[in-house]
């Protein structure tokens, strides 16, 4: 390991025990309650809801996902993706954060994504919270392989050390931190991590421009390549039939005409901001506030940081091209572009905490998916099933094995190191965005939606995705769309129709749903009201 080498891991290592510190700092705290474990009692900040929100949610896929696909084919592709993304994070937190917050107390303090479904739909034998407990175990767990797959390419790019080794050990970091401190050591560490994904993304994206010869330079080289910077068509790279990596000639990377983007692709790539109304990793924070009324704060922070930090990934990746026009030949090794310009732009030790910002990503994601998963089993099938009598000690231990569960799997997934983590993240996106976010719409909107309506649209949701993805998509044309899409219309229209053919929600039901947004005092007396009734 050569002396520059040195200093880069010097930094890294440093982030890494102090990330550990915060878990150790935290468990205490952390394992007085599963309440705490999970949700924080309750108290968390505007400012550390709305980074730690972003972070977790952005994950390895903002620092390598999405400048890879921009260097590969250029703005469109990426561009309308983080269009749709920064749209969706506004809407997200305008339309379903004060009301979840509130309902999420109105309905029986739930903790939980799943919790909440079960408590709105007054389902006592927890049938919604264990399908949606399922559910998040099965997309949770791609999810955490795209985070370990970040963590192995990052390691095997900047020293050259084994993929896999480096994929475990970066795993299990992440899998102690998360075992130890619950959820407000996750809150913490994602605050600490959105600011310095913040930092690193400005950073390189400066440096960039300043080595690549400045804007006006980088655009002239970017326009001859055709379609690259166009808003309606896509580059298209001249590849290797036989190897699939893209031809070069003369120092020169070769494409053939661009692709054409018609408005089903665009449409299409919008579609990932419906995403956010059912991503649990982000619903949590919203259920953990401090004060509804500090939401408005929170929202403004988001979005604006979303903004920025995509728009300086992609134009990391646009530069990246001009200044590294042939080194990347695949999509998948494109995605080590934000780590290969950090390691020409900076001194070693700052690339060693820029490059941090990568491992911070992936630690900040893949522990919100593991402490939720824990968090879905051990609350919503161990005590709602199984065990309704547990000691929150015996709920927390549940979370902790679930937890490894998680862990494993994502290392499996992981495996495969030629994975390309943009499709790993998207395929997991949709099927997440297509279970919950039509339901948890309806929950907060529609009085006249019930429980059969609310199982009927998680299944629909997440079946359609499986279905679309490995049989529809493959008959190209129209049908070639994000899965994402046509699973949410899917799942909203058998949420519409089943409530419809099936009885309306009870009184109670509907009591709670017409009040939960009034003052604290009328909730109050409503739900003593019904518990006088019972």
């Known amino acids: 390991m050569q002396i520059s080498d040195i200093w880069v891991f010097l930094a890294m290592v440093l982030y890494f025990v102090a990330m550990l510190s915060v878990g ?4 205490r705290r952390s394992n007085s309650s599963a309440s705490q474990y999970f949700a924080g009692g309750r108290g968390v900040g505007p400012w550390l809801t709305a980074l730690s929100a ?6 390895g896929w903002l620092l390598m996902g999405l400048p890879g696909l921009a260097y590969f084919t250029g703005v469109a592709d990426a561009g309308w993706t983080a269009a749709g993304l920064a749209i969706g994070t506004y809407l997200n937190w305008k339309i379903v954060a004060k009301r979840l917050r509130r309902y999420s107390v109105a309905a029986g303090n739930a903790i939980t994504i799943p919790d909440f479904f079960s408590k709105r739909y007054a389902d006592t034998k927890r049938i919604l919270s264990t399908i949606a407990a399922l559910i998040i175990i099965v997309f949770f767990a ?8 970040t963590v192995g390419k990052l390691f095997d790019t900047l020293f050259g050390l084994d993929y896999h080794l ?3 050990l970066g795993a299990i970091v992440v899998f ?8 407000l050591s996750v809150v913490l560490t994602d605050f600490i991590q959105g600011m310095l994904m913040f930092f690193a993304l400005a950073v390189v994206c400066s440096g960039t421009v300043i080595s690549a010869g400045g804007i006006d330079h980088v655009a002239a080289f970017l326009s001859d390549i055709p379609g690259y910077l166009s808003a309606n068509h896509t580059a298209t790279p001249t590849v290797d039939p ?10 020169q990377p070769l494409f053939g005409a661009p692709a054409e983007f018609d408005v089903i692709t665009i449409v299409s790539l919008l579609a990932w901001g419906l995403g956010y109304f059912g991503m649990p990793q982000v619903l949590v924070r919203f259920l953990s506030v401090r004060d509804a009324e500090e939401i408005k704060q929170s929202r403004i922070i988001a979005t604006v940081w ?3 930090s995509l728009g300086c990934a992609i134009a990391i990746g646009l530069f990246g091209r001009a200044l590294l026009p042939v080194q990347f030949a695949t999509q998948s090794a494109a995605e080590s572009v934000f ?9 070693s030790f700052i690339c060693g905490v820029v490059v941090s910002g990568i491992f911070a990503a992936s630690m900040s994601s893949s522990s919100s998916y593991m402490i939720i998963a824990g968090s879905a089993v051990a609350e919503n099938i161990y005590r709602g099933i199984f065990k309704r009598n547990a000691s929150d000690r015996q709920v927390m231990w549940v979370a902790r094995i679930t937890i490894l569960v998680v862990f494993v799997f994502g290392c499996i997934i992981a495996s495969d190191q030629n994975s390309s983590i943009f499709q790993v993240v998207s395929y997991a996106w949709a099927g997440l965005g297509a279970s919950f976010g039509p339901l948890m719409l309806f929950s907060l909107y529609w009085r006249r939606t019930n429980k059969y309506g609310a199982i009927a649209g998680m299944l629909s949701g997440a079946i359609t995705v499986f279905v679309w993805n490995l049989a529809i998509k493959l008959l190209g044309g129209i049908f070639g769309i994000y899965e994402l899409l046509p699973a949410f219309i899917v799942s909203a229209a058998a949420i519409v129709v089943v409530s419809l053919l099936s009885r309306a929600p009870d009184k109670e039901i509907t009591d709670v749903f017409d009040h939960y947004m009034d003052d604290d005092t009328n909730m109050g007396e409503l739900l003593e009201e019904h518990a006088v009734r019972a």
């Open 24 to 27: 150790f700092f935290y468990s």
């Open 54 to 59: 972003e972070a977790s949610d952005m994950s």
């Open 142 to 149: 791609v999810y955490v392989g795209s985070c370990f797959v």
């Open 166 to 168: 480096m994929m475990v």
């Open 176 to 183: 102690l931190y998360t075992v130890i401190g619950g959820y």
């Open 242 to 251: 036989a190897t699939g990596a893209q031809l070069a000639q003369g120092g």
């Open 306 to 308: 979303v903004v920025i």
């Open 339 to 347: 780590i290969v310009l950090s390691q020409m732009l900076l001194p």
